[in-house]
């Protein structure tokens, strides 16, 4: 379907074979691992049942000036927003620019030297275009702008009617340029974290569980126990729109290759953890992960751990950390970074309900730890 837009041209797509390729590929590539092909290629491939993919090109003239990805999604009243009283707000169906299955940059991707600000307002425009045409699933009250985190572009979301939302930080782990192993990370440490982290080694091997990383053959063998894990962690979150599959995490496995890592934790033959991390650039995402809750081991603690590991093998300048659990990710050396969720009700004095609920929310303060050895004093 083509739309047109003041100055500006768009072509929307159910699937991403559908755009011009070169075009969504070229302008995608300045965007993270969530906007481009595989990523994309391989939620399609297993896209959870109440989202639908839409994908859009935004042309200046005939030029193309923008890539944009969007969700539909069915949501059940608490799974919306962490607040209640936002929940409650919240239509059976949302539109959301971006993706809710990743963060960081998955919604707009724009070309350089474009005016971001009119690339922003024009995609607003069509995020309201999509909300009224699609309605054949019923009617779509509520719009999401997920991850827009510079503040430059805050005035353009407020301007047509958006309110910022608390979604917690994305924790992140800023390497050093010296670090060329992990031995070097763990070289790095006060004396006292740099055994924290050791004794997590030893406590997962006491119990009895070797550290392996997974082949696309394994996931295949695996993918049930994959599925199993992984909705272990998922039942028990506070924010869940979206259920993936262990397939998704074979496919992801299978289009990304070698910027995909997928740890596994096994006792015999028995797969009781994984965690997924992805290479974006010179940033390592510390992607989702799954383990057996029962376990009395520090499953979760060895699979943060394993993020560090991939980091540190690709010798990424940053390692994503996610959200959530910041307390053990802080102790690790992960700080709080950006995030930006905003919500916009289609009916005015509802907007306006949803923005005095969001302005009484506060974001729970992010701890912080020493963690790592005091640099020699400078002489």
């Known amino acids: 379907m083509k739309t047109t837009t003041r100055a500006v041209r768009f072509a929307v797509a159910e699937r991403l074979s559908h755009l011009d390729a070169t075009a969504r590929d070229t302008l995608a590539s300045r965007a993270g691992v969530f906007m481009q092909r595989p990523f994309l290629s391989a939620f399609e491939a297993a896209t959870p049942e109440n989202v639908s993919p839409r994908y859009a090109l935004m042309y200046l003239g005939d030029e193309p000036v923008a890539a944009l990805h969007f969700h539909f999604v069915r949501i059940e009243g608490r799974s919306a927003l962490p607040g209640a009283g936002v929940a409650q707000l919240v239509d059976e169906r949302a539109l959301v620019l971006g993706n809710l299955a990743a963060w960081g940059d998955t919604g707009l991707a724009i070309a350089h030297g474009v005016d971001e600000a009119l690339v922003w307002r024009e995609a607003l425009h069509l995020v309201d275009r999509l909300r009224r045409f699609e309605k054949s699933e019923g009617a779509i009250n509520v719009a999401f702008v997920k991850d827009a985190c510079a503040d430059e572009d805050a005035p353009t979301l407020r301007r047509q009617g958006y309110r910022r939302a608390p979604s ?21 440490l006060a004396s006292k974290r740099r055994r924290a982290v ?3 080694h030893e406590d997962v091997a006491a119990a009895g569980y070797r550290v392996q990383r997974l082949s696309l053959e394994d996931l295949e063998r695996h993918e049930g126990r994959l599925d199993e ?48 991390s992805l290479k974006s650039g ?50 690790l050396g992960a700080v709080a970074g950006s995030s930006g969720l905003w919500v916009k009700h289609r009916t005015p004095p509802l907007n306006w309900a949803v923005g005095a609920v969001l302005g009484s929310l506060q974001q729970p303060a992010v701890p912080s730890y020493r963690v790592f050895r005091e640099a020699p004093a400078r002489s």
Request: with cysteine.
């Open 168 to 188: 917690g930080p994305d924790m992140v782990l800023a390497c050093e340029a010296s670090w060329n192993t992990f031995d070097d990370y763990l070289a790095s």
């Open 198 to 200: 050791k004794k997590i």
């Open 229 to 276: 894990l992984y909705g272990q962690v998922w039942a028990n979150a506070d924010v869940r729109p979206l259920r993936l599959s262990g397939r998704f995490f074979v496919e992801l496995q299978r289009r990304l290759g070698d910027d995909c890592v997928m740890t596994g934790l096994f006792r015999g033959a028995s797969l009781d953890g994984f965690g997924v």
């Open 282 to 331: 010179q940033t390592c995402v510390g992607y989702y992960l799954g383990f057996d809750k029962a376990v009395d081991a520090p499953l979760y603690l060895r699979l943060l751990v394993a993020i560090i590991e991939a980091g540190t093998a690709w010798r990424c300048s940053r390692i994503s950390m996610g959200r959530t659990a910041e307390e053990p990710k802080a102790r």
